[in-house]
């Protein structure tokens, strides 16, 4: 089986190591600059609390149309970059191969199957994921694993290892349950959605609130907890997506407390969330994924969200000042 991680970073680069070393696939990876050279110097390299690992992968390249065609592609890159490569990512796939979209926050396939079918113009802008790749080629990710890049090619993991894959066209996907066995087989734990967009929602409850208070203050979650009124504040964030989630179709609210996600956060987090990350490497921040989708939903469904309509403004003028910064 052919498996190609397109943008080994953190995630992609800790299941790539895992996928190299135990066999689980024929592994290719397209990435960039100095991640991508040192890999291929020197291969990908994963610490975990189990020891170390390094594998090489059968190619190496910032070019995808240099490889064969993939039965599989795992798109690991952040929510802004993949409408750009939409079309290689179409091209990388064989007639019947997949794409999977492991990210943060609502994805670019949500509508596929259902009555309201059709792109999401803000998370993909001109709808260039919908017509290249197609909705009836994703499948959606879940993953609940803490990874970061502490230098080009080498991955740091701690805690869970968990893939959540599902089809949003059809709970029992033969497509999905692949992906799974190949998890698996990689020494992670892989297991199929029979409902890929209400796990979308229930992590969103942690993204929504735990990234954006993380990115503003540049404070892990361990330290967040610390701040007097933070922890209400990312109370209200919950609060205001569970019910944009409710009234999208997905009610949570009977299941998940604002209090249950915020309260551990005490010193419980030992990695940097994912968006503190991007902050300090000055790259661009996952803001419409996270929370202007949500927004966009919340307009559609005439659900109040002063909260979420004032946080999501803050991180978008941090976006951009991380945007002109990085023009200097």
């Known amino acids: 089986m052919k498996v190609c991680i397109f943008g080994a970073g953190a995630v992609g680069g800790h299941a790539a190591a895992r996928m190299i070393a135990s066999n689980a696939a024929e592994v ?8 991508l050279e040192a890999i291929r110097t020197h291969g990908i390299t994963l610490r975990t609390e189990g020891g170390e690992i390094t594998g ?20 690991t890159l952040k929510a802004p970059a993949q409408p750009a490569v939409a079309d290689q990512i179409a091209r990388l796939l064989t007639p019947a ?9 609502i994805p670019w396939w949500w509508r596929t199957g259902r009555a309201d079918e059709g792109h ?3 998370v993909d802008p001109g709808g260039f994921l919908w017509r290249n790749i197609g909705p009836q080629r994703a499948l959606g990710a879940v993953i609940n694993s803490s990874n970061q890049v502490v230098k080009p090619g080498v991955i ?32 992670m734990e892989g297991v199929i959605a029979t409902d890929i967009r209400r796990e979308v929602w229930r992590k969103l409850m942690t993204n929504i609130s735990g990234n954006p208070i993380a990115a503003l ?8 907890a610390d701040v007097t009124g933070l922890d209400k504040l990312a109370m209200k964030l919950i609060e205001e997506a569970l019910n944009v989630a409710a009234a999208d179709g997905c009610d949570l609210r009977s299941e998940i407390m604002p209090s249950s996600i915020v309260s551990p956060a005490r ?15 000055g790259r661009a921040l996952e803001v419409d994924a996270l929370m202007g989708q949500v927004q966009d939903f919340a307009r559609q469904h005439g659900v109040v969200v002063p909260t979420i309509d004032a946080v999501c403004a803050l991180l978008a003028g941090l976006d951009l000042s991380l945007r002109l910064a990085s023009q200097r």
Do not use: Y
């Open 28 to 35: 290719s990876i397209v990435a960039r600059g100095a991640q």
């Open 217 to 224: 203050t540049r404070l892990a979650g361990k330290n967040i």
């Open 97 to 105: 191969g997949s794409a999977l979209f492991a990210m943060n926050g």
């Open 120 to 122: 999401l113009e803000c």
């Open 56 to 75: 090489h992968p059968v190619a190496a390249v910032d070019n995808s149309d240099s490889l064969p065609l993939q039965d599989i592609v795992i798109v």
């Open 156 to 187: 740091v993991h701690s805690g869970a290892k968990r893939w959540t894959i599902g089809d949003p066209r059809n709970p029992d996907s033969e497509r999905a349950a692949r992906v799974v066995a190949i998890i698996n087989a990689a020494g």
């Open 267 to 281: 010193g419980r987090f030992g990695g940097k969330p994912s968006m503190l990350q991007d902050v300090e490497a």
